[in-house]
């Protein structure tokens, strides 16, 4: 039975921004818990001294995160399972730039979007360099346009007023 | 008196017949002694006096009766112009009284015609030239109303164009002034843009970025969560 959304109580780092770095997750969770598995089988009847992969930071800093111990099977598979939940189903924002973002731009936004709008949320980004500044929010059912050109736009009007002035002082 | 005038008996003749040639009776010895006697009176001189005389005597009386004739004549023919002169002026006097009297009625005749012609002519005239009149004046009048009417049309077509006209030259007045102003905008806008683009660093717009998305913290949130 899949978990859903509500299930999933954990606390995602900041390093975990996009929903293609969920999948990566997925992946190296599904490996580690292959390895792991394997160790086991090889072990047989007797007791099993796993030796863990080296980790990635993101997947080491989720485990770190949520105290998740990889070496329990039962842990790994709830892991497993969650977080396929939430490649498939965490809310998604997308951000779209003038300039391409950096890593820890991102992480500051992803922070302040988990504290304030959604504690699952990810986010995805787009370039669009007319925008100048500022971004261009796509939720799943608005589109909100925090850009610089929106803010000139927006202000067009004042700005044909002073022209207007300006002609008229002329 | 005979007509053979002197009668001379004992000139003998020689137109006598003999004796033994005339009849035994008396009578006939009495008109052949007659006969003889005649013819001895009556010799060729004689006769041709006679006849002489005879001619001249029947001219001279043809010549007086001709002059009585012609006396008779020249006065009757005188007499007779006389009368045909009278007759003539009579008839003439007759026929010309009746042709003045027949011209005069006649000329009275025509003169009331035409009089009354004339005073037809006049009253028809008169309706003719009041009908005439009439209807001048009803086409002066159609012509000038519709002459206003005209005018008027005119006018408005010529006032409502100059509206429009006004109003579009207003308007394109407007559209250029707005388009012109717009475009400046896009304009400053495109360099501002161009200029602070590449410039502003994305981390300093965070904060900003932040605000806007408080700002609408609600609506994301109930879109994320919908």
Do not use: C
Not at chain 1, 143 to 165: A, I, M
């Amino acid at each position: 039975m899949s978990a859903t959304l509500e299930d999933i109580t954990y606390v995602l780092p900041p390093t975990l921004i996009s929903r293609a770095d969920v999948a990566r997750l997925v992946l190296e969770v599904e490996y580690v818990d292959n390895e792991l598995e394997a160790q086991k089988a090889r072990a047989g009847e007797g007791e099993v001294h796993y030796n863990v992969p080296v980790l990635s930071h993101a997947l080491d800093d989720f485990v770190s995160l949520n105290q998740i111990d990889l070496t329990s099977p039962e842990q790994r598979g709830e892991l497993k399972q969650k977080l396929r939940t939430l490649k498939d189903k965490a809310p998604s924002l997308h951000f779209t730039f003038a300039v391409e973002a950096d890593q820890a731009f991102l992480q500051d936004l992803a922070k302040w979007v988990r504290e304030q709008i959604h504690k699952q949320a990810l986010i995805a980004t787009g370039l669009q360099p007319s925008l100048a500044g500022g971004t261009i929010l796509r939720t799943p059912n608005h589109q909100h346009d925090f850009s610089l050109r929106e803010l000139l736009v927006k202000n067009r009007e004042s700005l044909v007023h002073q022209l207007d002035s300006l002609h008229a002082a002329g | 008196m005979s007509v053979f005038g002197k009668h001379h008996k004992d000139e003998p003749t020689s137109d006598v017949p003999s004796e033994e040639l005339l009849p035994k009776t008396p009578m006939e010895q009495a008109s052949t002694a007659i006969q003889q006697e005649v013819a001895s009176a009556f010799d060729p001189a004689f006769r041709e006096d006679l006849k002489t005389r005879g001619r001249q005597k029947f001219d001279e009386l043809v010549e007086k009766t001709a002059m009585f004739l012609k006396q008779d004549l020249d006065v009757t023919v005188v007499e007779l112009g006389e009368h045909l002169k009278d007759q003539t002026d009579k008839l003439l006097d007759t026929e010309f009284a009746k042709y003045a009297e027949s011209m005069k009625k006649a000329q009275d005749s025509a003169l009331k015609t035409l009089e009354t012609t004339a005073k037809e002519i006049e009253t028809q005239g008169k309706v003719l030239l009041d009908e005439l009149h009439q209807e001048a004046q009803d086409r002066r009048a159609a012509y000038e109303q519709e002459a206003k009417d005209r005018a008027a049309a005119f006018a408005q077509e010529t006032a409502d164009r100059q509206a429009a006209l006004q109003q579009a030259i207003d308007a394109k007045k407007q559209e250029l002034a707005k388009s012109y102003e717009t475009n400046m905008a896009q304009v400053i806008e495109h360099y501002v843009l161009q200029a602070f683009g590449d410039q502003l660093d994305l981390k300093s717009q965070l904060p900003l970025i932040l605000k806007y998305m408080e700002e609408h913290k609600t609506e994301i949130i109930e879109d994320m969560t919908s």
